[in-house]
């Protein structure tokens, strides 16, 4: 599975109807959609796909026609975020009509061109699923711990400074244990987050 961490857009004419597709991660997808309408007030549709990670780790889909008959755009949209295995992110074809009619098929052929070439623009990075844990380890060794985690892509959420350094760290699981493994560490306990 892929995702994205920012947004990409391209624009396709057919028989002079635009679509201006837009590939944005799942978390700008409301705002993103409010700001679009309000950029393009004459555009005629506005067609919406999402894929994205509940917090059971199922993947929900959505998709919608916005008035284009129904199967020609939504689905298809969805279909290309599927077939890329994108999650966490969201399309929006703004759609302005050119006065001539593109049938079922055209449609299709259209929004899915639309997405694709925008797809193809984007840089995808590979999902893998975070997790939290816990470290505690002496006050001498937070340098230490702070540049491990910076080159190990280790986010650090909390920092608890008591008797000893207590840190809530997020990040791939190979990447904690990478961390855990190193032998300079070993002062480190570490516990799953709750």
Same mark, same amino acid.
């Given at each position: 599975?892929n995702?994205i ?6 624009t396709l004419? +057919? ?7 837009h590939?944005? /991660? ?5 705002s993103k #959609?409010v700001v @679009?309408?309000?950029?393009? /007030?004459?555009a005629?549709?506005f ?5 994205y990670?509940?917090?059971y780790?199922q993947? *929900? ?6 008035g ?5 755009s ?5 279909m290309v ?6 999650i966490?992110a969201? *399309?929006? +074809? *703004?759609r ?5 009619k ?5 449609? +299709?052929r ?10 193809a ?8 699923? &975070?997790v939290?844990i816990?470290?505690v380890?002496?006050y001498?060794? *937070?340098r #230490?711990v &702070?540049?491990e ?10 920092k608890i400074?008591d008797l ?5 760290l997020k990040?791939?699981?190979?990447? @904690?244990?990478? #961390?855990?493994?190193?032998?300079? @560490? ?5 516990? /799953?987050?709750?």
């Amino acid at each position: 599975m892929n995702f994205i961490k920012e947004e990409f857009a391209t624009t396709l004419e +057919v028989k002079q109807s635009k679509f201006i597709a837009h590939l944005i /991660p799942f978390s700008q997808y409301q705002s993103k #959609l409010v700001v @679009l309408k309000k950029e393009h /007030p004459k555009a005629r549709h506005f067609v919406v796909a999402y894929r994205y990670l509940n917090e059971y780790e199922q993947i *929900v889909e959505y998709s919608s026609d916005d008035g284009e008959p129904s199967g020609t755009s939504g689905k298809p949209s969805l279909m290309v975020l599927q077939g890329q295995g994108l999650i966490n992110a969201a *399309v929006i +074809v *703004v759609r302005y009509f050119g006065g001539t009619k593109l049938g079922t098929g055209g449609l +299709v052929r259209a929004y899915s061109d639309a997405l694709n070439a925008v797809v193809a623009s984007a840089e995808l990075f590979e999902y893998k699923k &975070e997790v939290m844990i816990e470290v505690v380890f002496d006050y001498g060794a *937070v340098r #230490l711990v &702070e540049y491990e985690c910076e080159k190990l892509a280790i986010n650090i959420v909390e920092k608890i400074f008591d008797l000893q350094v207590q840190y809530v760290l997020k990040a791939p699981k190979e990447n @904690l244990d990478k #961390l855990c493994l190193l032998s300079s @560490l070993n002062s480190i306990s570490h516990i /799953p987050h709750r």
